[in-house]
């Protein structure tokens, strides 16, 4: 299937950060979530359908995971992955011993960080609702990176746990505090004046 479907990378949101595990929790692509992203050099509106990764969770510990889609900064690999869950699919990443991943997982409890997925679908597999608005029906995941511009505006910390810091991010307060809609805008509208000409 990967052979015919073009790899596009979309981002999203740390969930959950669980130190003593060094696993980070993150919704890897919200579903029914319309996001402005870019696609054949230009913008378009994008949504993935609830269970678009099918039965994916049964091939999880295939997949690397890297920084900023480069495969050769690997920072850990997919514990587990549940399509079926309502918020969209949802990824366990256990992240490697060492330095940089010691900076990954500080940099997700601290919210700078998010998912970001390179996904393929084929083309009978999406539909035009119009010439700008694409849904994604479904799709075959590449790989998952984490990254500091996320694709998806509502996508945002959601909780935070480890041993020496109380769950503080359950409240809808802290969650609001920790989504970037200035940093949103202003990605967007560079994106917007890039491809302004096509």
């Not at 295939?62 to 992955?81: K, P, Q």
């Not at 998912?115 to 700008?132: I, K, M, Y």
Request: proline share 5%.
């Amino acid at each position: 299937m990967s052979d015919r479907a073009e790899i596009e990378t979309r981002s999203a949101a740390v969930v959950d950060v669980r130190f003593p595990e060094r696993i980070i929790e993150l919704v890897a692509v919200p579903y029914n979530e319309w996001a402005p992203v870019e696609y054949k050099g230009r913008m378009i509106e994008e949504a993935f359908n609830p269970g678009a990764f099918g039965a994916i969770q049964n091939r999880a510990r295939r997949f690397l995971v890297n920084l900023e889609h480069d495969s050769s900064r690997i920072t850990g690999r997919v514990n587990a992955l549940h399509p079926d869950r309502e918020e969209g699919l949802v990824a366990e990443l256990r992240i490697r011993r060492g330095a940089e991943g010691d900076q990954v997982l500080d940099d997700a409890d601290d919210g700078m960080i998010a998912a970001s997925v390179g996904f393929g679908a084929l083309p009978e597999h999406q539909r035009w609702e119009t010439r700008s608005r694409r849904r994604i029906m479904r799709a075959f995941l590449d790989h998952i990176a984490l990254t500091f511009t996320p694709a998806y505006e509502g996508a945002g910390v959601l909780a935070v746990r480890s041993e020496s810091t109380p769950n503080v991010l359950t409240q809808p307060e802290a969650v609001q505090q920790a989504l970037t809609p200035n940093l949103d805008r202003i990605m967007l509208d560079r994106l917007v004046a890039r491809y302004s000409h096509v």
